[in-house]
């Protein structure tokens, strides 16, 4: 049974920093994109960050593209997203989710598509005060 657990989500005044943490329990996690999501109340869910299999290819969204970094430990199977400078707006559910791309080197378009990604977690949530 696949399982993606987040943490770190929390309430951070505007222009401070959060670290998100995914801890997933896949056998083969190297084989995995990671993507972090999001979604604001009364929006769709967006993609924010994504992650190759390796770590050595990144996708970013422009409105959160400057103010976070994406990494992932495979010995820990744990993906990270470092967000920094916060705004009010970026105040959202954050979610991890795993997508089996066979370790594909590079992020397709593909890894940005939601409906692509295999597996997901519950999610945590992110509130930006002004």
């Known amino acids: 049974q696949v399982q993606l657990v987040e943490s770190g989500g929390g309430l951070v005044q505007a222009g401070g920093s959060l670290r998100l943490s995914c801890a997933a329990s896949i056998r083969t996690f190297s084989r995995y994109v990671m993507g972090w999501f999001r979604q604001a109340a009364g929006k769709e869910r967006e993609l924010v960050a994504a992650?190759?299999?390796?770590?050595?290819?990144?996708y970013y969204a422009k409105s959160m593209k400057g103010r976070i970094t994406i990494s992932r430990d495979n010995a820990k199977n744990t993906v990270y997203l470092q967000m920094n400078s916060l705004r009010p707006e970026d105040t959202a559910v954050y979610y991890c989710?795993?997508?089996?791309?066979?370790?594909?080197?590079?992020?397709?378009?593909?890894?940005?598509?939601?409906?692509?990604?295999?597996?997901w977690g519950q999610g945590t949530q992110v509130t930006v005060s002004s």
């Open positions: 989710a795993a997508r089996d791309n066979s370790g594909n080197y590079y992020i397709t378009t593909a890894d940005t598509t939601e409906t692509n990604y295999d597996y």
């Open positions: 992650i190759s299999s390796s770590g050595g290819s990144t």
